[in-house]
């Protein structure tokens, strides 16, 4: 018999399973904050290796931590030599599965690999942080049969990620548009990922398996993936007037739009503001301004859905930047995974702070008190 009076939360939707000190957001009002700062001040006056350090360290640094934290981020860029064999045999992969693949086995040849500490776990996560750029590029160098592009410690982590791209070095614009990227990417509180990476925490494993694992639940199409699939629905609208059919053709047949809906957001992502004025800027500047066209048009195709909390989410303009600066689709989720590694990395240092098993419950509604029989009787 089904237990009676069982109240489910399906998705865990709308249930709060801890306290947090480093990501507000409010969902309603399109409010996302930093250890306290806007977003949009974050965006507009700060850098990925600042953000980085406020998420870790709980304040801004001065310009000496400043300095003393670059230049960690930059001596820890190279990988062991090991790694890349194993990347030539899985070469073929999508590289969000290298790129799991790779930070798991990093584990074995960390320095700190046995220290589970919360000042081991945050030098661990600085590390990956610093490498996860050199694994996603080595990778996409080795598959196109070149020889991986060694960092270039004069470029800040932006600047060094697009140059390993290959080994040209990029304009100041296209790193301003990642750094400011990765910063968008670096925290959103308790999205499918970073529950992941708690829930692997809350065993007290290391945070390599955590990361490993949040990569996994990233490289999914409702979550990370979606960069990808915007691409793919702008190429496929061609030019501005098909997208309003297209849209219709989509919703009529119970489709997503992919860029569109969030789980917490039911006002516009407060990401996406950014991004969407980048998208502009950089088509505009490229004359290749039919991508912008395209995705406006599909925004104006949705509008009649953000009665229903349906806007677009970061996801939407992000694809299009990482096409306008030469990247290839299947690096648009490892990109949203290196702007992520330091949220991961302070999410995981909280729940070791104060950690606790997650273990919520299951309602069972199979069979019950079934006769076993043997196998040759069945
Ligand atoms: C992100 C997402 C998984 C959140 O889903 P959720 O909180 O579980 O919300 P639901 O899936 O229950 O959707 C609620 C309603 O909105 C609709 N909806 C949500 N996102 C939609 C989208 N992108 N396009 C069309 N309809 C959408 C659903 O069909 C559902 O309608 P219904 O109540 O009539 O069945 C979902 O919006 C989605 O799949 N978006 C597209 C993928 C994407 O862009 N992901 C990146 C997220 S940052």
Redesign the pocket.
């Known amino acids: 018999m089904e237990k009676k009076n069982v109240k489910l939360y399906r998705?865990l939707?709308g249930v709060y399973f801890d306290r947090t000190q480093t990501t507000y957001i409010d969902g309603s009002n399109g409010v996302l904050e930093y250890r306290g700062y806007n977003i949009h001040d974050l965006a507009e006056k700060s850098t990925f290796e600042e953000v980085a350090y406020l998420l870790i360290y709980g304040d801004l640094p001065n310009q000496k931590q400043f300095e003393d934290f670059d230049t960690i981020l930059k001596s820890s860029r190279s990988l062991p030599k090991k790694t890349f064999n194993v990347i030539k045999n899985i070469k073929n992969s999508h590289p969000m599965d290298v790129l799991r693949t790779i930070v798991s086995m990093l584990a074995s040849f960390d320095e700190d690999r046995d220290d589970n500490s919360v000042e081991g776990t945050i030098r661990k996560g600085i590390r990956l942080t610093a490498q996860i750029p050199t694994i996603v590029m080595a990778h996409h160098n080795i598959r196109n049969n070149r020889t991986p592009i060694e960092p270039d410690n004069n470029l800040n982590h932006a600047g060094n990620f697009l140059y390993m791209l290959e080994g040209k070095k990029p304009s100041q614009n296209a790193i301003n548009l990642m750094d400011k990227d990765f910063v968008l990417h670096a925290d959103h509180g308790s999205?499918a990922s970073a529950f992941t990476a708690r829930v692997v925490s809350g065993t007290s494993a290391d945070i390599h398996g955590a990361i490993t694992a949040g990569i996994a639940a990233l490289s999914g199409?409702?979550?990370?993936?979606?960069a990808e699939?915007?691409m793919q629905m702008a190429r496929e609208i061609k030019t501005p007037e098909n997208a309003e059919a297209y849209v219709k053709n989509?919703?009529s047949n119970?489709?997503?739009?992919?860029?569109?809906?969030?789980?917490v957001y039911r006002a516009e992502?407060p990401r996406a503001i950014h991004l969407k004025e980048d998208v502009k800027k950089l088509s505009n500047e490229l004359g290749q301004s039919e991508w912008y066209e395209i995705l406006v048009s599909v925004q104006k195709a949705?509008a009649p859905?953000s009665r229903?909390g349906?806007h677009v989410?970061?996801?939407?303009f992000a694809g299009v930047i990482y096409h306008l600066n030469g990247i290839p689709q299947d690096l648009f989720v490892p990109i949203f995974t290196v702007g992520r590694i330091p949220g991961w990395t302070v999410q995981i240092v909280e729940q070791f702070q104060h950690n606790i098993l997650i273990r919520p419950l299951l309602h069972y509604t199979g069979e019950r008190d079934r006769k076993y029989i043997p196998i040759e009787n069945r």
């Open positions: 998705g939707q999205n199409p409702s979550h990370g993936g979606a699939d915007v989509l919703l119970k489709k997503r739009v992919m860029g569109f809906g969030h789980r992502d949705m859905y229903r349906i989410n970061v996801d939407f």
